[in-house]
């Protein structure tokens, strides 16, 4: 440090601003605090954000979530020890029902969610592969090369191109209470300014999935992608390994004690890397879904400050005793 103090500063001129900035001489506003005044802001700031914290906490409570597993229960019994080979196998049937019990009365709408785990939708070389001007332009655009592996097939471009699009989710639910089959909503599942700006209404798919590799869903090409929601919401990469992703809505309440019987489709797999999917219906509330997180973490921060006034007040007053 000795050879650092040593150095001469250069000196411009003595009364300049940036003579006084650089010498820390200028004007600065040095708070007192004092022990009143920090103890009353702590307590401030807990009574605000307790309350907050709460009001949050109870919003999420609202939520009422049915969460069903089905992977592992969607393979019959003689393929649980492979259930690699079951998926991958085309001649088997993949339809699977499952039973749901309504615990709370739900109100409409209902959100139809699929959830994927240990899956890295966030992974460097998948999360690259697409074309958003391909997505947006279609075939006018002719640098895909981010597309790789999927950017061509028997020569001809592969339209929406990239891995994201080619490993599209496709299970399907269908949902039943009583005799009657529930009807789902399936519009308006993407973000609006996906839909509108980055998915383009003249685009049609081309060419896809008509490898020898199938990676997932198929896309009906007479629709243009700008209309093909459930690829939009997958092409929103998830940003975690645990995602959930919307697949429609419900548009009627499911009372206490319901039980629905749900017919689905399990042909993704998820299998071979130790993915599990999970089936989820939720209601929402003010907050969006359920998420205990963001109470917590202000009843947290606001009891601490709490505490910590209490804290203050008891040791100003030990000291100013003497
Ligand atoms: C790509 O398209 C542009 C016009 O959209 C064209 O000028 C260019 O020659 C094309 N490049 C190739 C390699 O086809
Ligand atoms: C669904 O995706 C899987 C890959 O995860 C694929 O093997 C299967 O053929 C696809 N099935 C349908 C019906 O699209």
């Not at 994927?116 to 279609?138: F, I, T």
């Not at 997958?234 to 809505?249: I, Q």
Request: glycine share 6%.
């Amino acid at each position: 440090m000795a050879s650092s103090a040593d150095r001469t500063i250069p000196i411009d001129s003595p009364s300049s601003a940036l003579n006084k900035f650089k010498q820390q001489n200028l004007p600065a506003c040095k708070p007192v605090l004092r022990p009143s005044c920090v103890i009353t802001s702590f307590l401030v700031l807990g009574f605000i954000f307790v309350p907050i914290g709460l009001t949050t906490l109870c919003a999420s409570r609202t939520v009422v979530e049915i969460v069903d597993r089905y992977d592992s229960g969607c393979v019959p019994g003689a393929f649980r020890s492979n259930k690699v080979s079951f998926i991958k196998d085309t001649s088997l049937p993949k339809n699977c029902s499952r039973v749901l019990k309504v615990r709370k009365h739900m109100k409409a709408p209902i959100y139809i969610y699929y959830q994927l785990d240990n899956y890295y939708q966030n992974h460097r070389r998948y999360v690259k592969s697409r074309s958003d001007q391909q997505l947006l332009h279609g075939l006018e655009s002719n640098n895909t090369s981010s597309c790789e592996p999927e950017e061509f097939n028997n020569g001809l471009p592969v339209v929406p191109c990239g891995l994201i699009a080619w490993s599209l989710f496709n299970d399907t639910y269908t949902f039943i209470r009583g005799t009657k089959e529930l009807s789902i909503n399936r519009k308006n599942i993407a973000w609006e300014s996906d839909h509108d700006s980055k998915f383009g209404k003249h685009v049609y798919p081309l060419n896809f999935q008509n490898g020898t590799l199938i990676g997932g869903g198929k896309l009906d090409p007479h629709i243009p992608l700008s209309d093909q929601e459930d690829l939009i919401v997958w092409m929103r990469t998830a940003a975690l390994p645990s995602f959930r992703k919307l697949y429609g809505r419900i548009e009627e309440d499911l009372e206490a004690d319901d039980v629905i019987v749900v017919h689905l489709m399990n042909n993704y797999n998820t299998y071979s890397f130790g993915g599990k999917k999970k089936l989820v219906l939720s209601t929402s509330s003010w907050l969006g879904g359920r998420n205990d997180f963001l109470g917590v973490a202000y009843i947290f921060v606001g009891g601490s400050c709490i505490i910590l006034s209490i804290v203050f007040l008891l040791l100003h007053m030990k000291n100013s005793r003497y």
